[in-house]
């Protein structure tokens, strides 16, 4: 993947991101959940309501100068990580307690609201993607979210040595 970025000029990936993901016509990847989860494939559905309570809950809230849906896939990834930073945070400080909470919240949102879509919106890069990149950032998207181990327990001891 380095490779395939490193080699296309610019203009290139910018020209091949808009035709993909942002238009100006119909998007040939949409990076929106609820065109995947939805049955009437519309934005701004249950599904997108039912993101932003997960955000609610992890006590976020969306900055009034965010432009764009709240189930948009890079707004999803960042909630992950949040999710699993404040997982970390809670075992670093031996609160195993916060720690689980955190981590249900990541397996409820990767269940529900994130894997169920990724493999469709891979689906759809591979296909449209004229540049190798997307490919196979479609194809790293798709592995790492499908293949996520789902832990059933937590450590005993966190170690913050590494």
């Known amino acids: 993947m380095a490779r395939a970025l490193s080699q296309a000029p610019e203009e290139e990936l ?3 991101h808009a035709k993909l993901f942002v238009g100006p016509f119909e998007l040939q ?10 049955s009437q494939k519309r934005m701004m559905g249950e599904s997108t309501m039912e993101v932003l309570k997960m955000y609610q809950k992890a006590g976020l809230v969306l900055s009034t100068s965010f432009q ?13 990580y949040f999710l699993i930073a404040k997982e970390l945070q809670a075992l670093r400080k ?4 916060e ?19 990724i493999e469709p919106f891979g689906d759809r890069i591979k296909t449209a993607s004229e540049h190798e990149f997307y490919t196979l950032l479609a194809k790293s998207l798709s592995t790492f979210i499908t293949k996520r181990p789902v832990p059933g327990t937590l450590p005993e001891k966190f170690d913050t040595e590494v």
């Open 68 to 80: 764009d849906a709240p189930d948009h896939i890079a707004v999803e990834l960042e909630f992950m």
């Open 94 to 97: 031996g609160d195993r307690k």
């Open 14 to 16: 910018a020209v091949a």
């Open 29 to 38: 990847a949409p990076p929106y959940g609820s065109l995947y989860l939805e």
């Open 99 to 117: 720690a689980f909470r955190y981590l249900e919240m990541q397996q409820e949102f990767h269940d529900k609201y994130l894997r169920p879509w």
